[in-house]
């Protein structure tokens, strides 16, 4: 029978927020594939587990997928992690759980630590969804462009940068909007603290360990924005791919806030 690649969140800081499962299976498994052995096995030692290690990171995500991917084929239970949270967010892994969907074989998720989740739920943000944009590349700008939401949206961010960042953020979205800056989740050094974005920039400078550790920000949501025509019509340009003239002029109106007569009227030209 082929193995099981079972994907284990593993703790943001605190060893102490491995849950009883992780530990059981990360015991149990043929091979424990890490971001970084040299940082995994501090986890498996604190934990007693002595179990075998194969490295797998960026930069050799696929040739040691491969093997991974035979051992799972030849019957071993595989546990991925990162070198800490959720692998696959914002850390390799994700093309190894691709490769092993493909070949039908079985993956199994263990629920855990995600400093993105943990920020969330203490940003205090009240909202139906939110966007996780992660790193953003060094020219931030058209990026930024893009994340203009009436949703909160989490970004990581290094501590050389997180200063550049806030202030691209208080830029491009004005001062009034809030942020959540979380750093240090679960560790000896963790803050949270909510502010407009006119006040990230000071807070950030007060003191020189304010700008050291992990970061988190979660921007808060934006002013929601009626669509205009061009949005609507672009809208129900993709809708009339799949959709007859009605359905797809009544759709478009409720997505867009547009008068459902003036989009069938357009749908009905279109159609012509």
């Known amino acids: 029978m082929p193995g099981t690649l079972y994907v284990v969140a593993t703790p943001i800081g605190n060893l102490a927020d491995s849950s009883p499962r992780s530990i059981e299976t990360l015991r149990a498994a043929d091979i424990v594939a890490c971001e970084d052995t040299r940082t995994s096995r501090t986890l498996l030692a604190h934990h007693g587990i002595a179990a075998h290690t194969v490295a797998l ?4 995500e696929r ?23 959720t692998p696959g967010i914002s850390d390799p892994g994700a093309l190894l759980v691709a490769a092993a969907h493909r070949e039908g074989l079985r993956v199994v998720a263990l629920p855990g630590p995600s400093a993105a989740i943990a920020a969330y739920s203490a940003s205090g943000f009240v909202s139906d969804r939110f966007v996780f944009a992660g790193f953003l590349p060094a020219q931030r700008k058209k990026a930024l462009d893009g994340l203009d939401l009436p949703w909160p949206v989490i970004f990581y961010e290094a501590p050389h940068r997180v200063l550049e960042m806030v202030e691209a953020l208080l830029a491009r979205f ?7 800056v979380a750093r240090e989740i679960s560790k000896k050094f963790e803050e949270i603290a909510r502010m407009t974005l006119a006040a990230a920039p000071a807070w950030l400078a007060a003191g020189p360990h ?14 929601e924005k009626p669509a205009g025509r061009a949005d609507a019509e672009r809208v129900l340009s993709i809708l009339l791919e799949r959709l007859p003239a009605s359905e797809a002029a009544k759709l478009a109106a409720k997505i867009t806030g547009l008068p459902k007569k003036e989009l069938y009227a357009s749908a009905i030209k279109r159609s012509k």
């Open 210 to 223: 304010r700008q050291q550790g992990e970061f988190v920000l979660v921007l808060g949501p934006g002013e």
């Open 174 to 180: 004005g001062p009034a909007r809030e942020l959540v």
């Open 63 to 85: 040739e040691a997928g491969e093997k991974l991917l035979r051992a799972l084929r030849e019957g071993s239970n595989v546990a991925l992690v990162s070198d800490a949270g």
């Open 57 to 60: 990171h960026t930069h050799n």
